[in-house]
C-alpha cells in the first residue's frame, strides 16, 4: 500500500515501476481515504504502541493506493524491493533507500508474510476485485511459464 506521502510527493506511478520492472503481477489496485476502523484491523499488530495512534492518524490523512501483486516469492521480494523499515537504514536500490529518509514517512507498506498478506487482501479487497489475468510476458519471466 502506497501511503499518503508516496502519494502526495507524486511517485505513485515510479513505486508501481519497480514492481513492474521486477516481474511481480499486478492483481488489483485501488485508490482510496481509508477509514479508521480498516486501519485499527490493518495496523492490529501495533495496538498499544506509541507510534500506534500518530500512525493510523496519518496514514487516513490522505488517499492511499493499496495494491496486490503476485508472483513466486511475492512477499519476500516486495519486501526486499521496499527496504528496512527505517529508510536511513535502507540501501540504495531500495524504494526507502533512495527515495525517503524518516521511519514515519517511508512511503510504502508491504505485508510480512504469506499469512498476512492473505490477512490483509481480505481487509482491503473484495474477492471480486482481484483480477486473475495471464500476462503474456511471464514465459520470459517466470520458470515454468
Ligand atoms: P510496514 O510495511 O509499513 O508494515 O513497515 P514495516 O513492516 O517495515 O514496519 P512495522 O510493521 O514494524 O511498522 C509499521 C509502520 O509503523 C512502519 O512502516 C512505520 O510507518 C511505522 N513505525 C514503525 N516503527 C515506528 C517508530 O518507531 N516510530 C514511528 N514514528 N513510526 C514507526
Ligand atoms: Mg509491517
Redesign the pocket.
Known amino acids: 500500500m502506497i501511503k499518503p506521502d508516496g502519494v502526495q510527493r507524486g511517485l505513485v506511478g515510479k513505486i508501481i515501476a519497480r514492481f513492474e520492472e521486477k516481474g511481480l503481477k499486478l492483481e488489483a489496485l485501488k485508490f482510496l481515504r481509508p477509514s479508521e476502523c480498516l486501519l485499527h484491523q490493518h495496523?492490529a499488530e501495533?495496538q498499544g504502541k506509541s507510534?500506534f495512534e500518530?500512525?493510523v492518524k496519518y496514514i487516513q490523512s490522505g488517499p492511499v493506493v493499496p495494491m496486490v501483486w503476485q508472483g513466486p516469492d511475492a512477499v519476500k521480494i516486495a519486501r526486499t524491493l521496499?527496504g528496512?523499515?527505517n529508510p536511513s537504514q535502507s540501501p540504495p536500490g531500495t524504494i526507502r533507500g533512495d527515495m525517503a529518509v524518516q521511519?514515519?514517512k517511508?512511503l510504502?507498506?508491504?505485508s510480512?508474510s504469506v499469512t498476512s498478506a492473505e490477512r490483509e487482501i481480505d481487509l482491503w479487497f473484495d474477492n471480486k476485485e482481484l483480477i486473475g489475468w495471464d500476462r503474456d510476458g511471464d514465459k520470459w519471466v517466470l520458470e515454468s511459464a
Do not use: V
Request: glycine share 6%.
Open positions: 495496523y501495533h507510534f500518530p500512525l521496499i528496512s523499515t521511519t514515519q517511508n510504502i507498506h508491504g510480512d
